[in-house]
């Protein structure tokens, strides 16, 4: 069974950078989208970024556009999400997940669409 396990998160300061980690095992992360997401104490589960399958577009939603890229390793199973000039609110509980229908236009789902998470990296932002 697949298992993804995100890693990368950490103590930043505002205007800061952190580049998370979403590896893959048992599963290609080429064949289904991936969809990052953040939780923050108290606050809805929010859509930060995700990526189809194959070559299918990424999508940044407005919130986070500009500070925000996401991209993918094949060769490493991986799947990045850069985040630059890093807010107190970027503060939450960093997650990836996916689905196992291979979605090729991943911003036309919602988050209940992809079952399929990880454990998630915290992302502190402080001064």
């Known amino acids: 069974q697949g298992q993804l396990v995100e890693s990368g998160g950490g103590l930043v300061q505002p205007g800061g950078s952190l580049r998370l980690s979403c590896a893959a095992s048992g599963i290609s992360l080429d064949a289904y989208s991936i969809l990052w997401f953040r939780q923050a104490p108290g606050k809805e589960r929010e859509i930060i970024s995700c990526i189809g399958r194959g070559d299918g577009p990424a999508y940044i939603p407005d919130s986070v556009k500009g500070r925000i890229t996401i991209s993918k390793d094949n060769a490493k199973n991986t799947v990045y999400l850069q985040m630059n000039s890093l807010k107190p609110e970027d503060t939450a509980v960093y997650h990836c997940?996916?689905?196992?229908?291979?979605?090729?236009?991943?911003?036309?789902?919602?988050?209940?669409?992809?079952?399929?998470w990880g454990q998630g990296t915290q992302v502190t932002v402080s001064s």
């Open positions: 997940a996916t689905e196992f229908h291979g979605f090729y236009y991943c911003s036309a789902y919602e988050l209940k669409d992809y079952p399929y």
